[in-house]
T-cell receptor
Framework: GAVVSQHPSRVICKSGTSVKIECRSL??????MFWYRQFPKQSLMLMAT?????????EQGVEKDKFLINHASLTLSTLTVTSAHPEDSSFYIC?????????????????FGPGTRLLVL | GESVGLHLPTLSVQEGDNSIINCAYS??????FIWYKQESGKGPQFIID?????DKRQGQRVTVLLNKTVKHLSLQIAATQPGDSAVYFC??????????FGAGTRLTVKP
């Protein structure tokens, strides 16, 4: 099946620094990728939808200037947490949408990356 | 309202028993539902999906049931094994809206 990778898998940084997380679709092209955040013992919360070649669409309550998303190619989206603070510590997960033709229709499958654990000290 | 993340309920079963994990969704327009399994420290893994024109779908050891009348989805795992221990999430989607995850249930399998 399709594979989505994330890098780094774990990062520790000081408060005030910026952290970039990469999400790659390894064997398919994804015009749309998604970024989620997951706090301990909670569900995944959609942060933003990343569209190749255009601006990301952010969910209500997510600061676009703090969480910068770039989807410069069909296989790579990046999330940059700017001026990170301890409350930004979380598990960040990306997913990529794979669209395939099935007869006269398209089948959509969303594949998830392994996640990135961010700890801000 | 919308299904949003909440603190996880738990389900504990004996190895070999069947498990039933439930999910209530809120958007009556949702037409595609997916169950994911998430192990600790990992991303969600697809288990099985179902479209709204169906009420039951079976996979290997798993069955998903959909009751659109009461907006309820369930995942049945037959002969539960220790490797099934994980958090299970349902997700709902419409053509007009991207995927939204339910609260999740932590399944613990006792040997």
């Amino acid at each position: 099946g399709a594979v989505v990778s994330q890098h780094p898998s774990r990062v520790i940084c000081k408060s005030g620094t910026s952290v970039k997380i990469e999400c790659r679709s390894l064997d398919f092209q994804a015009t749309t990728m998604f970024w989620y955040r997951q706090f301990p013992k909670q569900s995944l919360m959609l942060m933003a939808t990343s569209n190749e070649g255009s601006k990301a669409t952010y969910e209500q309550g997510v600061e676009k200037d703090k969480f910068l998303i770039n989807h410069a190619s069909l296989t790579l989206s990046t999330l940059t947490v700017t001026s990170a603070h301890p409350e930004d510590s979380s598990f960040y997960i990306c997913s990529a949408r794979d669209l395939r033709e099935r007869g006269d229709k398209y089948q959509e499958t969303q594949y998830f990356g392994p996640g990135t654990r961010l700890l801000v000290l | 309202g919308e299904s949003v993340g909440l603190h996880l309920p738990t389900l504990s079963v004996q190895e070999g028993d069947n498990s039933i994990i439930n999910c209530a969704y809120s958007n009556s327009a949702s037409d595609y539902f997916i169950w994911y399994k998430q192990e600790s420290g990992k991303g969600p893994q697809f288990i099985i999906d179902i479209r709204s024109n169906m009420d039951k779908r079976q996979g290997q050891r798993v069955t998903v049931l959909l009751n659109k009348t009461v907006k309820h989805l369930s995942l049945q795992i037959a002969a539960t094994q220790p490797g099934d221990s994980a958090v299970y999430f349902c997700a709902e989607k419409t053509d007009a809206r991207d995927m939204r995850f339910g609260a999740g249930t932590r399944l613990t399998v006792k040997p």
